[in-house]
């Protein structure tokens, strides 16, 4: 098994060097550069925008500033942010990768958790009314123009009811004289929410294993989530010395943008799960379980729901990366000033370190993601477990 996990490790590192010459050529293929900023400019003369980008270092040829880069790379540095001069990439992305992350994180888990049961319940039900209207609602929201239906969500709940903020990610008048920077409140949610979640998760396996009646198990998971839950709240309003206000102004202006990309991307979780819960239903053991007279809750959630969760959770897993992308659309829309923001301003004003570091970020974050996969494949699926070992 370790010469399996070894081999994975080895053959990510290749394809990040790989991916990283990929992506730099490609990215210093694109015509102009930083420079043509300035073209517009009558302050600055032929002369001065040549000495600009030598400055830059754009008059080298491509191999060698690649050369460079990488160099640069393998000692930490993502080099120097044009748009952002004299800030370095580095720094860019550690501002701004939180805010991402955090939204779209969110997205990600209430997709999952809201996809997976959907489509667990779709697949009991196959055949009656209630699959055929949830199915096409799902597939409809799924297959909507996502930036009109972002911008009918703002226009209603923002504008016309007013029961969200229109844009952005906090309420000016309030951070005016916050103790902290908005990015401290951020990092101090992912961190609660991370250990709350551990915790929660390691609590729901524990019962799972010790508890054995299904309603006392339902019961003490219900009870688990409600003292995660109030253990969030008592940081926020007792422990985190006033911050819960900032805490909370956040989340309401994340409310709509959660809301409103989880609408548009649970149905591809809902169908994966109903696909693969069909699959489960039709082994043998489905039918031994009910020859056994077990609960048809006990079947659907414990032996079918719990098999057919391989493909599910790797699907979740590998999407995780790309929550830092951010979706341009979406942060351009809802006006967050995240990654896909900042990858969109970086290509518009062709600040190449900027873009390369963000997507290099991106990319390093995938390949991880698949290796996590991978490895939870060994231990999820004794069939691989035992052609790895």
């Avoid at 991916?19 to 102009?32: C, H, I, R």
């Avoid at 191999?63 to 942010?81: D, H, Q």
């Avoid at 069909?278 to 079947?299: F, M, Q, S, W």
Wanted: net charge positive.
């Amino acid at each position: 098994m370790w010469k399996y996990i070894l081999g994975r490790v080895l053959q990510n590192i290749l394809t990040f060097f790989l991916f990283l010459a990929l992506v730099y050529f490609m990215m210093d293929a694109v015509p102009g550069d930083f420079g043509n900023v300035f073209l517009n400019d009558p302050r600055l003369t032929a002369a001065q925008r040549a000495e600009l980008r030598a400055t830059l270092g754009l008059d080298r040829p491509p191999a060698e500033r690649f050369l460079i880069w990488m160099g640069n790379f393998l000692r930490g540095n993502l080099g120097m942010s044009f748009s952002n001069y004299p800030r370095p990439v580095s720094d860019v992305i550690a501002e701004r990768a939180p805010r991402t992350i955090v939204l779209f994180l969110s997205v990600s888990l209430v997709t999952f958790f809201t996809g997976f049961t959907t489509g667990k319940i779709l697949a009991w039900n196959k055949g009656k009314v209630t699959e055929y209207i949830v199915t096409i609602g799902g597939v409809i929201l799924y297959t909507v123009f996502v930036p009109w239906f972002a911008l009918m969500m703002v226009w209603l709940f923002a504008f016309k009811l007013g029961i969200f903020p229109i844009g952005k990610f906090v309420t000016p008048l309030l951070w005016s004289d916050a103790p902290v920077q908005a990015n401290v409140i951020f990092l101090r949610m992912l961190l609660t929410t991370g250990i709350t979640g551990a915790a929660l998760l390691a609590a729901i396996i524990a019962i799972q294993a010790l508890v054995q009646r299904p309603v006392m198990r339902r019961r003490l998971q219900w009870i688990s989530a409600a003292a995660a839950i109030l253990a969030i709240v008592l940081y926020w309003g007792v422990l985190s010395g006033g911050l819960g206000r900032y805490a909370l102004d956040i989340f309401h202006h994340m409310i709509l943008p959660i809301v409103t990309i989880s609408l548009v991307n649970f149905a591809g979780q809902m169908l994966l799960t109903s696909n693969s819960m069909l699959d489960t239903l039709r082994e043998d053991y489905i039918l031994a379980a009910r020859a056994k007279g077990l609960p048809e809750t006990v079947i659907r959630d414990k032996h079918a729901a719990r098999n057919a969760m391989l493909p599910i959770f790797t699907s979740f897993i590998l999407s995780l990366p790309f929550v830092l992308s951010g979706g341009v659309i979406t942060e351009s829309i809802f006006s967050w000033p995240g990654m896909g923001l900042t990858l969109l301003l970086a290509a518009q004003v062709e600040d190449i370190p900027m873009a390369i570091g963000a997507l290099v970020f991106i990319g390093a974050l995938a390949l991880v993601a698949h290796l996590v996969a991978d490895i939870l494949y060994v231990f999820l699926d004794p069939r691989i477990r035992y052609q790895a070992g």
